[in-house]
């Protein structure tokens, strides 16, 4: 090769190199989604174009909860890749985990965040890493889960709802699904239908009573994920609910709705006071006004009735 001809290759190289940085890294095709089910896929484009539809053409969610709930297994249940380590995080991991896909001219983000408890307290590493899934993102939904088949919620529950709130506002609880994982399971008192429901119901009511919020929606969605969750004859991964319902669709659709029903969606601002008021506090104030009324109002009125009724021989000695 001449000397010239190997100058043009290599600031053809060269050329080629600058283009390719300057091309914005857009996220990964949504490999997974086509190795699901021929039903599922037909089904998840169906929620996808839904979004698109009404002009939606992303949805970022993030996935909080106490440790083991299920959080990285249905992040990687839902894409169909295995993304996140279903593990607990590492002690030093602070980053949440992102990943974006893309199918069909629509994104979807995940974000995976490590467990939210610290012995009986709320976890500040945990809270810290939500507070870095939510910074500089639009967030459209957040999934809370927990486990099905755990009754209890304590006060440690109500510490992380409380938590949650304090530090991003009732914009988090607004655009919340409650996703409960270990969906395979046969209740023995309760059929199973109304078993998930009396279950989805104690958690909602004590996120609402707790928050002191009753018109939190928190509509719900069961995941299995299991190796060993049934399928129906499509392949589906199913629940064992009365209409045999394929979760993964159900779970995507479900987040849709918060997505688009919300139409303005997150964004968290690490300056700003989110704390909600203490209602205790707020009553704390009246104090002052109510004693002031009942001195300087309330008495003098009432004394002087007492007076008057004197004066017409009604009463005693005031
Ligand atoms: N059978 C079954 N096991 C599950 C299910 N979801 C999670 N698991 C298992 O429960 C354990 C905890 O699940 P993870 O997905 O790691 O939970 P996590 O919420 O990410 O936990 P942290 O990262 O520690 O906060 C793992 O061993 C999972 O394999 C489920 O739906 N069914
Ligand atoms: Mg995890």
Known sequence: MTPQAAMLQAMQRQAQAQAQAQQPVGPKEWAGLKDMPAKTQASLNEVLSRMTSKGQTEMTVVFVGKQGAGKSSTLNSVLNERVAAAAPFQPET?????????????????????????????????????????????????????????????????????????????DIWERTVLGFSHGQLSPTQLPYDQFVEARANELRSA??????????????????????????????????????????????????????????????????????????????????????????????????????DIKKGKGGRV
């Open 94 to 170: 602070l980053r949440p985990l992102l990943a974006a896909r893309r199918a069909a001219g629509f994104t979807i983000s995940l974000l995976d965040t490590p467990g939210l408890l610290e012995g009986d307290a709320v976890s500040q590493r945990g809270m810290s890493s939500v507070k870095l899934a939510m910074k500089d993102r639009k967030v459209h939904a957040v999934v809370y889960m927990d486990r099905l088949d755990s009754w209890r919620v304590d006060n440690s529950d109500r510490a992380i709802f409380k938590a949650l709130a304090d530090n991003f506002g009732m």
């Open 207 to 308: 996120i609402r009573d707790t928050l002191n919020a009753p018109h939190l929606a928190l509509p719900h969605a069961v995941v299995e994920n299991g190796s060993r969750c049934a399928t129906n004859k499509d392949g589906e991964k199913v629940l064992p609910d009365k209409e045999r319902t394929a979760w993964v669709p159900k779970f995507v659709s479900t987040l849709a709705d918060v997505a688009t029903r919300l139409l303005d969606p997150m964004e968290f601002d690490e300056q700003k006071t989110y704390s909600k008021d203490d209602p205790n506090k707020k009553r704390r104030l009246l104090i002052l006004p109510m004693l002031a009324l009942q001195v300087f109002v309330l008495r003098p009125f009432i004394t002087n009735l007492i007076r008057a």
